[in-house]
């Protein structure tokens, strides 16, 4: 951390110097968060967000509209302008880089997975977007998918006008999921004219390329009583990036140290390069054989095919778990993950306005959008070391029959990487829609009231392809002789003559007939539809006067009604696939909610409390599910005096199981899985089945923080927030690998979800959700915005940072995991420090930024001490540098050029290894954590804005 903070002050006083300008100062900077739009960005927040044209303060961490009111809650407001000077692909790609935002899937960081990905979620304290609540003008959206989250390329994007983020707990104020905070898109609904905006961009390399189109258009009619504004987005990225397509990645995996005793002083496990999936390889090797006594022996154990189909010998190498490292390793696992993914999708939103009487206007306003979206699978159908080959086998080599049949074997057992078929693929194509009418008016001189109905609704058509069908290719490869025909066929059609089963070859790479794959393989199949309605009436106003000030509140109630269903195709309901055997589903939920909110001044003119005012709030939560839960917050803020202001709060929050949490009928997927009681690696089904007797999950959080704008430095402002946040009755599943090795360690409760059979063969493992874990964060966000003239221009450095020394997880057993600092793997964790900083020079037309963007060191896991648990426990700090600008081409900015370069100096990302006993399916290319470290390198953008 430090190293970062000395290259951004560098920069900070390299880049005015290269201007070689005076400085002169500016006019007091007021505080952040009156930033407009036109400012870089605003910080956090201070008091309050920009002013609306009748003066009033909106503010999103409150209900509360009143003039001058300081929330105590802190925001941080990001401008439109700041949004178009680094022209992210989506917004939430820029946000997601913030230090407050954490880990979230979205096509520059795909889940590792075959379907159910193509959302761009927000991800507030790494807390998981289901606890992060998203809003649209204060309004709630429909969720993406039955599983919760607002995919946000489903907003217009063009007509963003700024990005509120509160940082601490809302529930009281705006209901359910606010547990780590709100995310509010505000939007330009007064905007007039024609806007085009046309960007296209492309990587170092020359993959990743994509285009984007922004039309907007606004105009007032009936003597500017109405007014309507029209958005249309499209972006089509056609072609994703896989990891075979960069150098960086080495397949590195945390093993087994074959060198370890406990008195040697050498470490339990060691990291290792170039390591894959055990007992598999692209032409298929024997891993041993099954005589007549049912034992396993190693006949034939060592021979390989390779990929032309001649038998050669294979080196197993070094073996632990599933993970295989040395010898003939198949190099090619993880190549196929999805690094980048190709994502398309057009946009159409409208919003007409009308001044009905004085003091009430009426609007109406719609929108739908088709997303496209597509990604790999990762690992190819792989049988590590299962398979069974009879001697009989059609498309066995005569060397390998004869030597079965003299030693009276049953059959061999082969281990196969099916690299020439292909990974799984997904296509993701969802449709939203949403419609919404209300209206806005005033009683008086401080009361407003507001009242709105909003229909939306998602349907994703969801497609698995090249998704093996298991019980097609056990039958395809037991392929013999016809004893009439002498043709080579399925045994099961000497039995069943029509079953259509094609003879399948594994002996090679390439080998197989095009026919055979297209039996063994098949697409699962999945619709499903999300709908939302929410009715809401809400007001506010000035109750009455203290000395101090207008006693201000805010009331009102919302009905709210969740509704969710899935189809599948029939394979899938057989659970006939080796992934994605998506099950039944449908659930609805009904919300009654009413809230109070007031604003109470106590002080005013005294000595350190210029401003003093206390803000409480409460809301009633009553669930067709669970029945009623309360929530609650009270917050105080002090003006201390001109240059400093001081605020907190203590709230009690909650989040809201999603329907999938309660009603999912369960998503059945089979992954290879090492039991220590049968001491085999094989496939297993895990089955991720809905809880209906879940409750909301409640969280006690508090903030505090100071802000500080030194009038003695003009234009400076300091923040510094703390916050805690300590989440009980988290909803949370174990995963199945865990489950099987609590079972298998003396953790009896968790037996009960391993199905096996009377060999003690696994049949299945049950994954439920339940309200049993529990989180604990706490930690500090800091913020530094500075502007200063420098000769005929203007420097602004905006830097942020965050700190996050605690967070803890603690699961149905009271095993705690600390994730502070804990970045290995597929984890939730993060580095205890995160920063971003921008430096922009402005002069004139033109305008210049660098920005950067800081990882903190950190640890594969926390509990691990290198040199005792592992050779090396840390993981390095990353920095990477952008660089953006725009040039308005009249000098009045109606025509307007932009550029971007993100990574730089085409950083590598740091390649982390796979950690075999944190995941359910080990096999090198899962420790990316592409969130954190940009995987694509240096890439390229230019667009053009015109305004007519």
Same mark, same amino acid.
């Given at each position: ?120 979620? #927000? ?11 998203? +809003? ?26 700024? #990005? ?82 960069? @150098? ?74 599933? #993970? ?221 006067? +203290? ?74 939560? @009553?669930?067709?599910?669970?029945? !009623? ?37 369960? #998503? ?90 009377? !060999? ?86 033109? !305008? ?48 307007? +050029? ?51």
């Amino acid at each position: 951390m430090p190293r970062a903070i000395l290259l951004c002050g560098a920069a900070f006083f390299i880049l005015p110097s290269v201007a070689q300008a005076q400085s002169t100062p500016t006019a007091p900077s007021s505080s952040t968060a009156s930033n407009t739009a036109d400012q870089p960005a605003a910080g956090q927040d201070s008091a309050a967000a920009p002013a609306t044209p009748e003066g009033d303060i909106v503010v999103t961490g409150s209900r509360i509209i009143a003039n001058g009111f300081q929330q105590p809650t802190p925001v941080t407001v990001v401008g439109q302008a700041e949004i178009n000077r680094q022209a992210p692909t989506t917004i939430a790609s820029y946000l997601n880089q913030l230090p407050s935002f954490g880990n979230a899937t979205s096509a520059k960081n795909p889940a590792i997975n075959v379907a159910g990905g193509g959302a761009e979620f #927000v991800n507030l304290r790494n807390l998981g977007p289901t606890r992060t609540l998203v +809003l649209l003008d204060t309004r709630r959206v429909v969720e993406s998918t039955t599983a919760g989250g607002v995919d946000t390329v489903t907003l217009p994007f063009g007509l963003i006008k700024r #990005v509120e983020v509160v940082t601490g707990g809302a529930s009281a104020a705006w209901g359910s999921d606010a547990v780590a905070g709100v995310v509010n898109f505000v939007l330009d609904r007064d905007y007039q004219g024609l806007g085009l905006n046309v960007e296209s961009g492309v990587t170092d390399r020359g993959d990743a390329g994509y285009v984007k189109a922004n039309v907007t258009a606004g105009h007032s009619f009936a003597g500017g009583k109405g007014h309507f504004v029209v958005e249309f987005d499209y972006l089509n990225q056609p072609r994703g990036v896989d990891l075979v397509d960069r @150098d960086f990645f080495k397949s590195r995996a945390v093993v087994n140290n074959p060198a370890y005793t406990t008195t040697n002083g050498q470490p339990r496990q060691i990291t290792v390069s170039y390591a894959a999936t055990s007992n598999v390889s692209p032409g298929g090797v024997f891993v041993g054989s099954v005589g007549a006594d049912g034992k396993t022996n190693t006949v034939l154990r060592g021979i390989q095919f390779l990929p032309d189909g001649t038998l050669a010998p294979y080196n197993f190498g070094n073996q632990s778990g599933l #993970v295989q490292y040395g010898g003939d390793v198949d190099r090619t696992v993880g190549l196929a993950r999805s690094i980048s993914t190709p994502l398309n999708y057009a946009n159409i939103f409208g919003h007409v306005d009308y001044d009905v009487v004085p003091g009430v206007k009426a609007y109406v306003e719609g929108f739908y959008g088709r997303t496209n979206y597509n990604e790999n699978g990762y690992l190819n159908y792989m049988r590590q070391g299962n398979i069974q080959i009879r001697p009989d086998n059609a498309y066995l080599p005569a060397t390998i029959r004869d030597q079965l049949l003299a030693t009276g074997q049953q059959y061999a057992l082969l281990g196969k990487d099916t690299v020439d078929f292909g990974p799984p693929t997904s296509r993701n194509n969802r449709d939203v829609w949403r419609a919404t009418v209300g209206v806005d008016g005033e009683i008086g001189a401080t009361w407003k009231w507001h009242a709105y109905y909003t229909h939306g609704q998602s349907l994703t058509n969801l497609y698995a392809d090249n998704d093996t069908i298991i019980g097609n290719f056990n039958n395809a490869v037991d392929a013999v002789r016809d004893p009439v025909t002498n043709n080579i066929v399925c045994r099961s059609t000497l039995t069943n003559p029509n079953n259509g089963c094609v003879p399948l070859n594994l002996f090679g790479v390439g080998v197989a007939s095009p026919a055979a794959i297209a039996y063994t393989h098949g697409t699962a199949y999945q619709r499903s539809i999300v709908k939302l309605d929410v009715a809401s009436v809400d007001a506010s106003g000035t109750l009455f006067k +203290l000395p101090a000030g207008d006693v201000s509140v805010a009331f009102g109630g919302d009905y709210i009604r969740n509704e969710a269903s899935s189809t599948q195709d029939a394979l899938a309901l057989a659970r006939a696939y080796a992934v994605q055997n998506f099950q039944p589903f449908y659930g609805k939920r009904h919300v009654k909610e009413a809230f109070v909110e007031a604003v109470i001044p106590i002080l005013k003119d005294v000595p350190l409390a210029q401003k003093l005012e206390l803000q409480a709030a409460g809301r009633i939560t @009553d669930y067709s599910t669970s029945g !009623s839960v309360k929530t609650w917050k009270v917050g105080i803020s002090d003006q201390v005096f001109r240059d400093l202001r001081i605020r907190g709060t203590l709230s009690h929050d909650i989040r809201a199981p999603t329907l999938t949490d309660l009603f999912s009928g369960g #998503v059945l997927t089979q992954q290879p899985v090492f039991d220590s009681v049968t001491n085999k690696t094989y496939p297993q089904y895990t089955n991720a089945k809905g809880n209906p007797a879940l409750r909301p999950e409640e969280a006690d959080t508090a903030t505090a923080g100071i802000i500080f704008s030194p009038s003695f430095i003009p234009g400076l402002q300091l923040s510094v927030d703390y916050y805690r946040i300590n989440l009980k009755g988290a909803i949370s599943s174990v995963s199945a690998a865990q489950e099987l090795v609590f079972c298998n360690g003396g953790q009896t409760q968790y037996c009960q979800y391993i199905h096996r059979d009377a !060999s003690q063969a696994i049949l299945s493992i049950d994954t439920v959700p339940v309200n049993v874990a529990s989180l604990k964060t706490e930690g500090w966000d800091f913020e530094v915005d500075y502007r200063h003239r420098v000769g005929p221009g203007e420097v602004t450095f905006r830097g942020l940072a965050s700190y996050v020394p605690v967070f803890t997880q603690v699961d149905a057993v009271g095993n705690v995991t600390n994730l502070a600092g804990q970045i290995g793997d597929l984890n939730p964790g993060e580095p205890k420090w995160k920063a971003n900083a921008y430096l922009t020079y402005e002069q004139g037309p033109v !305008s210049l930024t660098l920005n950067s963007r800081y990882v903190g060191p950190g640890k594969l896991q926390s509990n691990w001490v290198s040199g005792v648990d592992v050779d090396n426990n840390s993981v390095k700090s990353f920095l990477t540098f952008g660089l953006t600008g725009v040039v308005r081409l009249d000098g009045k900015g109606a025509y307007t +050029l932009t550029f971007g370069i993100d990574n730089l100096f085409d950083r590598d990302p740091v390649d982390l290894p796979v950690i075999p006993a944190t995941v359910q399916y080990s096999a090198p290319g899962l420790g990316g954590r592409f969130d954190l470290y940009d995987p694509i390198g240096r890439s390229f953008r230019m667009g053009v804005r015109a305004k007519f």
